[in-house]
């Protein structure tokens, strides 16, 4: 995992500082409010009647299994890249590979995981499977820093400068891969039920229970900085300075605290049934409207009667959403034709019939996903921050004072200290001042803040294309031993900068746009969205890697992206990423300028398009 993917693994971004806070009131994956909290204790994890929530006397057993899951897994894999580069001797290109495809795998994990919680098997046992996968991964891993057998053999500085270092065997990458895939399965499971989980310990229709929601969220989120900090300084020193042995296996010990700690709290949990998962519903509008294709859709005059459209239940939060003419096909999946309703007016099979509200809602999903691809590439820039900027690192001065040397992996706190100084800036003072000027809530728009982190994302790869230029040129005129330019590597700092006002204002936005663009009860979907984001950015990085890597690398050319970064081009890919970037930006105004924000009481189809607001972004 690069650090960038831990710091986003909980989406700490959503916290309390966004100008979209955490709904107070509302049951989390589609549950009707009614039965949130009756008769909630599933037969196959207690046999007692229905349990009372336990609200905070549950969270000291919830929020410390957290803390102690994140700061083991983020403290084995925030300094991984430089474990790749340095123990198992992997050339920069393989080893960027190896954490960009296993990021964007861990990164879809987290649909499959939501819909086995939701429609099999509750959140319950899917977290406790996914803890003991979770710590087998975190085990094999520090074997491999253990057992002499299960890593190359080590090298001298001298020898990894010549590339003299003997690589790993078929047998070593196995066992490193085995591990990383029962990482997987642990993410997939814990990160899409962890929160609501937590949330199912309160009751949402008292005041006490919608207040405590709202506390676990605050908790939650500070909890996540506060330990990934200590994962990006601490732990990552140990790793670096001390023993591989040692800083892999402390998040190991932790992760058997955080599975000791989980269930020592099984009497007190509230356990939600599990009822059914919102894909299924989406499944179903696109089968019907398969299994419907020849039928023709009424006409205006017919519409009455023509549709299912059942009243929403009574005392649901979620708002009716209007009837519209976008994608006109999937409107055939509501068709009424004989004999598909039952006595009691409901469809007869779920598969043929669906809801006017439930073809809406999947026209949601449709009419975002243009605006979510734009993200992509964005975070594509974003993600360098953990695999060729710890690589520029160390071939850089990391000393502060005579004695002490920076972690390489370390470096991403400076984009996290831009996110936390800016954020609460940005909120408090700089959205006040705007909303004087624009008369918009927000200050600015959503879509508006999405296209400046867009901008940022250039900025920051044109930045790091130019300091990577410095650096080469120093460390091939002036290179000290082991090639180590005479250059500090506070010299990373500004990219970093830029970086981390690219994660303020497009992460941050597209987390905020996602949530209110999205029907109250598809925020599951809204979350998974922003993952699929970073899982697509990862696999796509990869890809450029390995296309620049081959493409120029022939004919007896030295490669961008050769092993040895002093004798390769790295400020020409960032240059490569920055075009990318251009050519997104302008996707991303031709998407943003079609798009039609959702009103206060569903989507319509009369609402103007975003001239303006995009007129104010170009300028």
């Not at 408090?428 to 809530?441: D, F, G, N, S, Y």
């Not at 982190?453 to 410095?470: A, K, N, T, Y």
Request: charged content about 15%.
């Amino acid at each position: 995992m690069s650090t960038v993917d831990a710091k986003h693994q909980a989406s700490p971004l959503t916290s309390s500082w966004s100008s979209s806070p955490p709904p107070k009131s509302k049951p989390l994956d589609n549950e009707p409010e009614k039965s949130k909290h009756d008769a909630v204790v599933s037969s196959d994890v207690s046999d007692e009647g229905p349990r009372k929530p336990g609200g905070w006397n549950s969270m000291v057993y919830i929020l410390g299994n957290e803390t102690f899951e994140r700061l083991a897994t983020f403290g084995l894999l925030a300094n991984f890249m430089v474990y790749l580069l340095n123990e198992f001797h992997l050339d920069q290109v393989y080893a960027t590979n190896v954490l960009n495809i296993w990021s964007g795998t861990t990164n879809f994990a987290p649909l499959v995981g939501a819909f086995i919680s939701d429609a099999c098997v509750g959140r319950f046992r899917t977290i406790a499977f996914a803890s003991f996968a979770s710590l087998l991964g975190m085990v094999t891993l520090t074997l491999t820093s253990w057992i002499p057998q299960l890593h190359p053999p080590s090298c001298t500085e001298d020898q990894q400068q010549n590339d003299q270092c003997t690589g790993p065997t078929s047998a070593q990458m196995g066992i490193l891969f085995l591990g990383l895939g029962f990482l997987t399965i642990g993410t997939g499971g814990i990160r899409p039920c962890s929160i609501p989980f937590g949330v199912d310990q309160f009751d949402p229709t008292t005041e006490q229970g919608r207040r405590g929601i709202n506390s676990f969220y605050n908790w939650y989120y500070t909890s996540f900085t506060l330990v990934l900090m200590i994962a990006l300084t601490l732990v990552v020193y140990i790793q670096d300075s001390v023993s591989w042995v040692l800083g892999f296996g402390i998040p190991t010990l932790l992760m058997v605290g955080s599975i000791i700690l989980f269930f020592l709290g099984t009497r007190v949990y509230v356990y939600v049934k599990p009822e059914g998962s919102i894909f299924s519903g989406i499944a179903r509008v696109f089968v019907a409207a398969y299994k419907k294709r020849r039928v023709k859709i009424p006409v205006e005059g017919e519409k009455e009667g023509a549709y299912y459209d059942p009243p929403l239940t009574k005392g649901s939060i979620v708002a009716k959403l209007p009837f519209t003419k976008r994608f006109r096909w999937l409107n055939k999946a509501a068709v009424i034709l004989e004999g598909e309703k039952d006595a009691n007016g409901c469809p007869s099979n779920q598969w043929r019939l669906c809801s006017i509200q439930q073809v809406e809602e999947v026209k949601c999903l449709l009419k975002i996903i243009p605006v979510w691809a734009s993200g992509i590439i964005c975070f594509t820039a974003i993600s360098q921050q953990g695999t060729f900027t710890v690589s520029q690192a160390l071939k850089m001065d990391r000393h502060l004072g005579p004695k002490f040397q920076i972690p390489a992996g370390s470096l991403i706190v400076i984009s996290m200290l831009t996110v936390g100084i800016w954020v609460p800036f940005y909120d408090r003072i700089l959205v006040p001042a705007l909303q004087k000027i624009t008369k918009h809530e927000g200050g600015i728009t959503l879509l508006q803040r999405m296209g400046i982190g867009i901008v940022f994302s250039i900025l920051s790869m044109v930045v790091s294309g130019l300091v990577e230029r410095e650096r080469r040129a120093s460390a091939i005129l002036q290179a000290g031993p082991h090639g180590i330019a005479p250059m500090s590597v506070m010299w990373l700092a500004p990219q970093l900068i830029l970086m981390g006002f690219a994660e303020a204002f497009n992460i941050i936005g597209q987390i905020e746009f996602y949530n209110k663009e999205f029907p109250e009860n598809m925020r599951s979907i809204a979350n998974s969205l922003f993952f699929c984001t970073i899982a697509g950015a990862s696999y796509l990085s990869s890809l450029v890697v390995v296309i620049v890597h081959d493409v120029t690398g022939k004919a007896g050319r030295s490669a961008w992206l050769t092993k040895n970064i002093n004798q390769g081009k790295v400020d020409y890919y960032y240059y490569l990423l920055a075009g990318m970037g251009v050519l997104n930006l302008i996707y991303f105004l031709f998407c943003a300028r079609r798009y039609r924000y959702k009103s206060g009481h569903g989507v319509t189809e009369e609402e103007p398009h975003l001239d303006l607001e995009l007129n104010q972004l170009k300028h």
